[in-house]
């Protein structure tokens, strides 16, 4: 049985990363919660398995917590859409503004708007 990895071990560290990596994406590109994770190495002695099952939660709550400076709008749901909560109206706007499109069903094409790290 998994332990139940609510934050990361090192929030501060974890965030950091999260919102480094948040910044590289550019004006009109998206990612996903999931992608940003699995760009960021587990902490120690944390099982791979265990990673790819919390860290998307763990960028959500680094995305909830991000500085202005952070283009929090541009990370999105594996489904392409914008995950419901407070703000999502507003984030919404900021991606329509960057030229980004949605379909009728509210989400992003994320093979046309993903965003491909360096």
Not at 22 to 40: D, E, F, K, N
Not at 48 to 69: H, K, Q
């Amino acid at each position: 049985m998994s332990p139940n990895f609510t934050s990361p071990p090192n929030p501060t560290d974890f965030y950091a990363q999260v919102w480094g990596i948040t910044r590289r994406i550019p004006a009109g590109r998206v990612a996903t919660y999931g992608q940003i994770a699995r760009l960021i190495e587990p902490p120690p002695g944390m099982t791979l398995r265990d990673y790819e099952t919390f860290g998307a939660r763990w960028v959500g709550g680094a995305m909830a917590a991000c500085p202005p400076d952070v283009p929090w709008q541009r990370v999105i749901n594996s489904q392409g859409k914008i995950s419901l909560r407070r703000g999502a109206e507003q984030q919404r706007a900021l991606l329509e503004a960057e030229g980004i499109q949605f379909d009728a069903r509210d989400r992003v094409d994320l093979k046309y708007y993903g965003w491909i790290p360096d």
